[in-house]
């Protein structure tokens, strides 16, 4: 079966400091790969899309950016964090069918 | 713009009451539509989806929702509610015009009280 993994889970950094948060997918190959961003009552904002190894979409101009070294690997960086960077970060992955599976998430607080 | 629209932030029922949660969406034509749930601490999970067929589909733990083309609307259902219900459903719509990708609504979060 598929499961996807993403950490750190939380996360608490100053501003200005780098950010890495890494999502892997096991079990399905050649996924779709996605970033969220979850904010309290606002729903889930898609931040970046891929459908193949360096084949990434931005949907939002912002702070972040994303990479895919490995077909099952998904990264989420920044060079220098915002305090508007705070939030509920989502990894979701979907295969041949258009539903989207999620990752547990990570809580990133910048100070 | 493309958007998906739930009518209630808060929802508070007691346990046994009758739930149903408004969903619609912006844009007709093809598509597929989700209710995702998340419980406290745990992970956004799938409750149901509508591809095709039966506008009336089942999903886990005693939830169904109907899709209502001519009104562009999905509303989630539920007879009887039970406190472990208690979580933040979120709709989703995805399809050729809103560019293939899921469109999520902004949430509502529903409280059973035991």
């Known amino acids: 079966s598929q499961t996807i993994h993403q950490w750190p889970a939380t996360l608490v950094q100053p501003v200005g400091s780098p950010l890495s948060l890494e999502c892997t997918v096991e079990?399905?190959?050649?996924?779709?790969l996605y970033w969220y961003r979850q904010a309290a009552g606002r729903g889930l904002q898609l931040l970046f899309y891929?459908?193949?190894?360096?084949?990434i979409s931005s949907e939002v101009p912002q702070n972040l950016s994303a990479s895919r070294p490995q077909d099952r690997q998904f990264i989420l960086s920044s060079k220098k964090l915002l305090l508007s960077d705070s939030g509920f970060y989502l990894c979701a992955w979907s295969g041949q069918t258009y539903e989207q599976y999620f990752g547990p998430g990570t809580r990133l607080t910048v100070t | 713009a493309q958007s998906v629209s739930q009518h209630n932030h808060h929802v508070i029922l007691s346990e046994a009451a009758s739930l149903e949660l408004g969903c619609n969406y912006s844009?007709?034509?093809?598509?597929?539509l989700f209710w995702y749930v998340q419980y406290p601490g745990q992970h956004l999970q799938l409750l149901l989806k509508y591809f095709s067929g039966d506008p009336l589909v089942k999903g886990i733990k005693g939830f169904e929702a109907e899709f209502i083309k001519s009104k562009f609307s999905f509303n989630l259902r539920k007879p009887s509610v039970q406190w472990s219900d208690t979580a933040e459903y979120f709709c989703?719509?995805?399809?050729?015009?809103?560019?293939?990708?899921?469109?999520f609504g902004a949430g509502t979060i529903l409280r059973v009280k035991s």
């Open positions: 891929s459908i193949g190894i360096d084949q």
């Open positions: 079990g399905t190959s050649n996924p779709n």
């Open positions: 844009y007709g034509g093809t598509v597929n």
């Open positions: 989703a719509v995805n399809g050729p015009r809103y560019g293939n990708k899921l469109v």
